[in-house]
T-cell receptor, first 113, second 111 residues
Framework: ETGVTQTPRHLVMGMTNKKSLKCEQHLGHNAMYWYKQSAKKPLELMFVYNFKEQTENNSVPSRFSPECPNSSHLFLHLHTLQPEDSALYLC????????????FGSGTRLTVV | AQSVTQLGSHVSVSEGALVLLRCNYSSSVPPYLFWYVQYPNQGLQLLLKYTTGATLVKGINGFEAEFKKSETSFHLTKPSAHMSDAAEYFCAGGGADGLTFGKGTHLIIQP
């Protein structure tokens, strides 16, 4: 257990479904991140939240919708996904302004059928 | 732009042999450097980090890395590979504004 908890660990969804991924940390961090990791591709930074405010959105399609209600929780709402969205989705957190690195969750393995 | 380059997408070594995974960073990257390890279907786990001070950094599982400013390198080493070291390794650099990750190196351990 790293201190960053992601649920669910595995998710299979149809292209017309709506689902949400959840990330939770109680490390006292104030920045949270969503990454997408596809097979044979580099880590892709999707969204960054600092102090609950979104500070980065790397041209992510609107079928991915993040939500950060407080500094401890981060969600990724999914709807009308495509098969190419199948990937490992990783959440991370850090202490903004410090150089201690990121703490990652174990990820959610998403399969879109 | 900041960049972190890992040389070799795959590295194969025999069990018991030296492990050397290479990482170079651009000079625009603040000198805060990290190595992460990822086992299948898991998140990234911090192996070690360099922020300030001693340039030879020791991490978990017997790994260490040396920060060489003159070579803009931060290579990861382990004297004797173990089968359990088989995983994906990521070098990352950055500062308070965020990390830049390399593309990863898949370490294969041959019995």
């Amino acid at each position: 257990e790293t201190g960053v908890t992601q649920t669910p660990r595995h998710l299979v969804m149809g292209m017309t479904n709506k689902k949400s991924l959840k990330c939770e940390q109680h490390l006292g961090h104030n920045a949270m991140y969503w990454y997408k990791q596809s097979a044979k591709k580099p880590l892709e930074l999707m969204f960054v939240y600092n102090f609950k405010e979104q500070t980065e959105n790397n041209s992510v399609p609107s079928r991915f919708s993040p939500e950060c209600p407080n500094s401890s929780h981060l969600f990724l709402h999914l709807h009308t996904l495509q098969p190419e969205d199948s990937a490992l989705y990783l959440c991370a957190s850090s202490l903004q302004g410090q150089n201690y690195g990121y703490t990652f969750g174990s990820g959610t393995r998403l399969t879109v059928v | 732009a900041q960049s972190v380059t890992q040389l070799g997408s795959h590295v194969s070594v025999s069990e018991g042999a030296l492990v050397l995974l290479r990482c170079n960073y651009s000079s625009s990257v603040p000198p805060y450097l990290f190595w992460y390890v990822q086992y299948p279907n898991q998140g990234l786990q911090l192996l070690l980090k360099y922020t300030t001070g001693a340039t030879l950094v020791k991490g978990i599982n017997g790994f260490e890395a040396e920060f060489k400013k003159s070579e803009t390198s931060f290579h990861l080493t382990k004297p004797s590979a173990h089968m359990s070291d088989a995983a994906e390794y990521f070098c990352a650099g950055g500062g308070a504004d965020g990390l830049t990750f390399g593309k990863g190196t898949h370490l294969i351990i041959q019995p």
